[in-house]
């Protein structure tokens, strides 16, 4: 068998902190950071970044110490990212668009004692006893440690953690080392070309694992990353206008996202170098003559983002190859046995990219990271990834699905069990079922439940408390009975599609009007749906974020101007109403935006030099 492929060397021994110290120093006066208006410097952001961490050893932070990160603003959450790290603590990011309740279950398993805010009202002290750090750096009634601890103390100390689908019923954490993300950055910035004259965009969510190595990435290039609002991401259009404006030359995207840019407006894209897809399975219809280059990236959470990649083909069809490993890394194929099973079978992730492990969970790691049975002697371990592939003749591995319940909803890992689990933990459901429908990169989540006398209303409102909005079903059906097969195990075959079992709970009206009846066409082609009445709304038809964006553009290519947020509230006859009602010369609100605290506002060089008077 092959041995792991040599790591980098530059990246042996160092750490991300001395990394990003090394081009501060360099690219003081170069911008490293822009959102809208605001942007910071290399220096801004190494003096804001060092203040955080030495307010945080100040204040008995410990060496690995998991500290959470719970911020509106991505330039903030950068600072606080680097700052953390900086302190040899553990970035822990949280998403502010989960539920209450699964945040504070990440927080106390974590252990997390200090927690990164813009707004200490956010954190729910009490159970979880988290100690919001503020904008100032001040942190209200933490113990001062009597001498500050050292910080990085080794590459091998962990970076970050972040959390992802369980199959037991609640989210796991994934603890990786700094050398483990620095051996992928330093491949990835060669080989997507990344350098200090590049702009670069995370278009990933924050707690996103894919989203480390994009927001990382520029910084220890002394790149500039350009910083987006979330809110883009239900409007094609802007986001492309944004790109363009932006003058973004690499960019990191899912698919699903990537789509409709492309379908929508392919010359706002001219001027990017490189898309790189991550997260979900891709497609290449939709891709071909695009005006950049394109990247297919493949790699759990387990490991440091990004294994395998692969440029895409233009001329390509059926799903592109995974592509090969990145440097550090190697993927073998092998049986459940972990012996060789070439040329299919489950990939085995060996190497520098490797995580640490579960946090907490000695069990669970054991039987997931195991010795790398060609190279026991070295002691490394690799990662039982349960996704299937095939190796092709010249080397690339090719997508074959899972061997277990894990699926992809809109780039996220979600695990089949951690729903059901949810589901049947709801007071009335006698059990549950739930499998992913549609295409692969815009796979959905259907729920069976029994009995079938349920309310879906309340059901769904129980699920939106403990789940993130992608692992709550778009579908739920009910009921008599499950489909068993003679073994007594549950026959998914036979579990019905879910759009077949929709049945209204009224009839619905024919279309009332020109709009009405547009709008219903237009819903019943981006969501599959045969049949669709204007008492009908999107998401009781299986629409999501995702689709959402490629109904407004195919409403825009037919002259109407959909608010996002109205096409997720309104049924079909009420959102017609309302764009019939709609001045098209509408002045946009002047409605100004509340103020936010700030990790850095007013902290030029001489303000953050003020907080260090007392050192």
Request: glycine share 8%; charged share 25%; proline share 7%.
């Amino acid at each position: 068998m092959s041995k792991v492929s040599e790591p980098i060397r530059s990246t042996i021994g160092q750490t991300l902190d001395r990394a990003f110290s090394a081009v501060a120093a360099r690219d003081r006066a170069k911008q490293a950071l822009k959102h809208g208006d605001r942007s910071l410097s290399y220096g801004e952001l190494d003096r804001a970044s060092e203040a955080l961490a030495s307010a945080l050893i100040q204040h008995g932070l410990r060496r690995e110490e998991r500290v959470t990160i719970w911020l509106e603003s991505p330039l903030e959450f950068v600072v606080a990212m680097l700052g953390i790290v900086r302190a040899g603590g553990v970035y822990v990011p949280l998403d502010l668009r989960q539920p209450p309740e699964r945040v504070r279950w990440i927080q106390a398993d974590a252990g997390a004692r200090f927690c990164v805010t813009d707004d200490e009202r956010r954190v729910p002290v009490g159970s979880w006893g988290a100690t919001p750090v503020l904008p100032t750096g001040h942190l209200g009634g933490a113990a001062v440690a009597s001498t500050p601890l050292p910080r990085v103390a080794s590459p091998m100390q962990l970076a970050y953690q972040v959390y992802t689908s369980g199959s037991t019923g609640h989210p796991k954490g994934v603890g990786v080392a700094h050398r483990s993300l620095l051996n992928t950055l330093e491949w990835s910035r060669r080989y997507f070309s990344v350098t200090p004259e590049s702009r670069c965009a995370n278009l990933l969510g924050w707690s996103f694992d894919a989203s480390v190595q994009a927001l990382w990435e520029p910084l220890l290039a002394g790149a500039t990353l350009v910083l987006f609002d979330e809110a883009l991401k239900q409007d094609p259009r802007a986001l492309g206008e944004w790109i363009a404006t932006e003058r973004v030359l690499v960019a990191y995207v899912t698919p699903a996202l990537l789509r409709p840019l492309v379908e929508r407006d392919p010359g706002r894209l001219a001027g990017v170098q490189t898309f790189v897809c991550g997260g979900e399975a891709m497609r290449w219809d939709g891709f071909r003559d695009v005006p950049f280059d394109l990247f297919n990236a493949y790699g759990p959470t387990e490991c440091a983002v990004t294994v395998l990649a692969a440029p895409v083909d233009p001329e390509g069809s059926g799903m592109p190859p995974l592509g090969r490993p990145v440097s550090g890394m190697r993927v073998q194929l092998v049986d459940d046995a972990l012996a060789p099973s070439e040329p299919t079978g489950e990939m085995f992730l060996a190497g520098e990219g490797v995580a640490r492990g579960y946090a907490g969970r000695p069990g669970l790691t054991a039987d997931r990271f195991r010795p790398d049975p060609d190279d026991a002697s070295v002691g490394l371990r690799g990662y039982r990834s349960g996704d299937l592939a095939r190796r092709l003749a010249d080397g690339q591995l090719v997508f074959e699905g899972r061997s277990d319940e894990q699926v992809k909803i809109r780039g996220h890992r979600v695990e089949l069990g951690e729903v059901r689990a949810a589901l049947e933990a709801v007071a009335d459901v006698e059990e549950a079922a739930v499998r992913a429908v549609g295409e692969p990169d815009s796979k959905q989540l259907a729920a069976y439940v029994v009995p079938a006398q349920i309310d879906v209303t309340k059901l769904r409102a129980a699920l939106e408390h403990v789940l993130p909005a992608h692992m709550v079903p778009t579908h739920i059906v009910l009921l008599e009975e499950l489909p068993r097969k003679s073994s007594g195990k549950l026959d998914v075959a036979r579990l019905p599609a879910p759009r077949q079992e929709r049945a209204p709970e009224r009839a619905s009206a024919p279309p009332a009007s020109s709009t009405e009846q547009l709008l219903c066409a237009l819903y019943a082609e981006v969501l599959g749906v045969s049949a669709v009445g204007p008492d009908d709304d999107f998401i009781g038809l299986g629409g999501d974020s995702v689709r959402v964006m490629n109904l407004m553009w195919k409403a825009e290519q037919a002259g109407l101007a959909l608010d996002f947020r109205k096409v997720f509230e309104l049924e079909i006859r009420e959102l017609a109403q309302s764009v019939d009602a709609a001045s098209p010369a509408e002045p946009a609100s002047s409605q100004e935006a509340p103020e936010r605290f700030s990790l850095v506002d007013g902290l030029d060089e001489a303000g953050l030099d003020a907080l260090f008077d007392d050192e």
